[in-house]
């Protein structure tokens, strides 16, 4: 099964950056797309960003224009650069793979560790 290694998270200000990793056990080219997902406390998880197999990007609208999704195939890692953090950014990141089924796209059931991000003065 696929093994997600997600790190890059901290504690930054609000107004900071941070870039957070995904190494995935996998090729990374062979996924029908890859994606980020945080979960704020008390909160479900949701979805952040999606990169497609043909390079495709698609961003949940609190964070459009202020984070960027993107790949290393040589290296099997997925990236998502974060700018401009604001507190409600405040979660546990977690990459994972996508597959398409019926019209739709799934994750993967199996979930890394995530990694924490904090954004606060």
């Known amino acids: 099964q696929v093994q997600l290694v997600e790190s890059g998270g901290g504690l930054v200000q609000p107004g900071g950056s941070l870039r957070l990793s995904c190494v995935v056990s996998?090729?990374?080219?062979?996924?029908?797309?890859m994606a980020w997902y945080r979960q704020a406390p008390e909160k479900e998880r949701e979805l952040v960003a999606t990169l497609t197999k043909g390079g495709s990007t698609h961003y949940a609208d609190s964070v459009k224009v202020r984070f960027k999704i993107s790949r290393d195939n040589v290296n099997n890692t997925l990236y998502l650069q974060m700018n401009s953090l604001k507190p409600e950014d405040t979660a546990v990141y977690y990459c994972?793979?996508?597959?398409?089924?019926?019209?739709?796209?799934?994750?993967?059931?199996?979930w890394g560790q995530g990694t924490q991000v904090i954004v606060s003065s």
């Open positions: 994972n793979t996508l597959a398409f089924t019926g019209n739709r796209v799934y994750p993967d059931n199996s």
């Open positions: 996998g090729s990374i080219s062979s996924f029908y797309a």
